[in-house]
């Protein structure tokens, strides 16, 4: 299934256009370069023009990260889900000025959708990943050691124990 590689952000907002894809790492170079390992999303651009008038991008995104954790520099799947809200602006100028809390992008004939998805998801990486329940941050360290030394130590109780 060939999907269009980039939009045209007005024509796509004001048309209400639906797009859906999935995107591995190969189409996410950045995310590549902040580390993470490995990736799938899906994700649904939705095109509208929103309640201000203005036309906007809609994006879903549903899918799963590799990252490094930082603790135990174990490998941490994260699984993502996000939406974000974009307002098109005319030019950076205008998205300059604007003093809400909207995201916006500045509109283009030719918008790359596997860059829009990428910056989404760059957002919602956390900073510093961590596993939630992380091997390292219980003191065990980041392998099995302590718990051979365990069983050696067992092993030589019985051992001293039995003989
Ligand atoms: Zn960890």
């Known amino acids: 299934m060939l999907q269009p590689a980039a939009i ?8 209400a256009g639906v797009l859906k894809g999935r995107l591995g790492m190969e189409s996410l170079p950045r995310l590549a ?18 309640e201000r ?11 799963s990260v590799r990252l490094q954790c930082q603790r135990c520099l174990g490998n941490l799947d994260l699984s993502l889900r996000l ?16 003093d809400d809390d909207m995201e916006r992008v500045v509109a283009g004939r030719e918008m790359r959708v596997a860059a829009l998805v990428e910056d989404e998801v760059l957002l919602a990486l956390p900073m510093v990943p961590k596993h939630e329940q992380c091997s390292a941050a219980a003191g065990l ?23």
């Open 53 to 63: 008038g203005k036309p906007g991008l809609r994006l879903a995104v549903d899918g």
């Open 83 to 98: 939406e974000a809200r974009l307002e098109l602006a005319a030019s950076e100028a205008e998205i300059l000025a604007a």
């Open 33 to 50: 370069q902040s580390g993470c390992s490995g990736s799938v999303v899906d994700f649904v651009l939705t095109g509208e023009i929103n």
């Open 8 to 15: 045209d952000g007005l024509a796509f907002a004001r048309s």
């Open 141 to 163: 360290g980041a392998d099995t050691k302590p718990s051979a030394f365990q069983a050696l130590a067992t092993l030589k109780k019985r051992s001293l124990s039995g003989g």
